[in-house]
């Protein structure tokens, strides 16, 4: 059955309130590589220049932060950004690439799946013996994204944005498979936000659309739509894609654009700059071309995430019988007698109307 999504206004506001380095040559043992990059244009975009939708999901992505790059005041419990450089500063970007005047301060991305649960990528925590996020002093940050236009991101968070990681619930990084995964316990349940809805089927196919969020080279939260399945190498539980992510996207939640369901965890990538003689730039690489990005699948955690409540209004609405997004009802002629013969006023037509709101507290 065609999957109908209507994420409306009430629901949008329900909504409101890849980082380290990537692994390579599996084969072998690991390495790291600085992964990920552009595929034919660059779609990365603030969520200020997105359309209100993509707004709702990504205030359910979060950003992980080292402890050297926070500091806490003890009297507003507030936490401020520090010694973060600009992109263009810190990686001497040529001139004319994007967003080099943001500041690059996060480590790895993560998604909300529960209401105190998250799952990012297993080589950004310090377990894995290449990550350096560190459970028991690290920060997970909400809302650092830039959300007007023509603003930027902000350099301090609430106390209600900020949260610890309680406990690793689930953690595996297995070179002969590729399986990249965890799930952590927060120190409490995330204030003001929604937890995002996994694909608990295994239906996803090549040339199904994409797109992720997350915190790309520790910039501001980023969107990049556009994507694909490349492929999907049968009996392994990662696939390709051809997203626009970075070093810092590690983690970032991959999401299918016709269902808006999560599909997998990004994880690992292209190389992502190259240097030149007027400075560093994007590296950029044919729609069709370069190594690729790789997200583990969602379905490796599956079965540790509860079913949220989107979850349950995604499945509502995909039970529901198809509507023809064009149909109208016809009102009668009016006929209006005239001085000589009556004249007719065309019958006027209007569409079914559309729900304004959902009550989410029904699903």
Known sequence: MKLKILITTALAAALFQRGGLLLAGWNG??????????YGTDDREDAADS??????????????????????????GAYAI??????????????????TGQVRASYCSGALVGDDLVFTAAHCLKESGIGQFDCAKDKLVF?????????????KFPKTDVYGCKKIVAWKLDEETKSDYAVIRLDG????????????KSDLKTGDGLFVIGYPDGLPLKIA???????????????????????????SPVFNARTFRIEGILVRGDRDYVRTSSGTMTAVY?????????????????DLLPVTKFEKYLDYEEQQPARPSNTVKPVPAIYIPGSNAPTIQPAIYYPDPVPTRVDTTAI
């Open 29 to 38: 043992g690991f390495s790291l590589a600085e992964p990920a990059s552009i």
């Open 189 to 200: 349940k995330a204030a003001r936000r929604t937890p995002l809805a996994i694909n608990r």
């Open 51 to 76: 359309d209100a939708k993509m707004q709702a999901l990504s205030t359910s992505v979060v950003a992980l932060f080292l402890e050297s790059s926070l500091s806490s005041s003890t009297a507003s």
């Open 286 to 302: 044919p729609q069709e071309g370069g190594a690729g990005e790789e997200a583990t699948k969602i379905s490796e955690i599956k």
């Open 143 to 155: 809302g650092f994204a830039v959300t007007q236009k023509g603003g930027s991101a902000p350099m």
């Open 82 to 99: 520090v010694g973060a450089r600009t992109l263009g500063d810190s990686r001497n970007m040529a001139p004319g690439q994007r967003f």
């Open 225 to 251: 739509k556009n994507g694909k399945v490349r492929s999907m190498p049968e009996g392994q539980p990662y696939f390709f894609t051809d997203l626009d992510t970075f070093h810092g996207n590690s983690g």
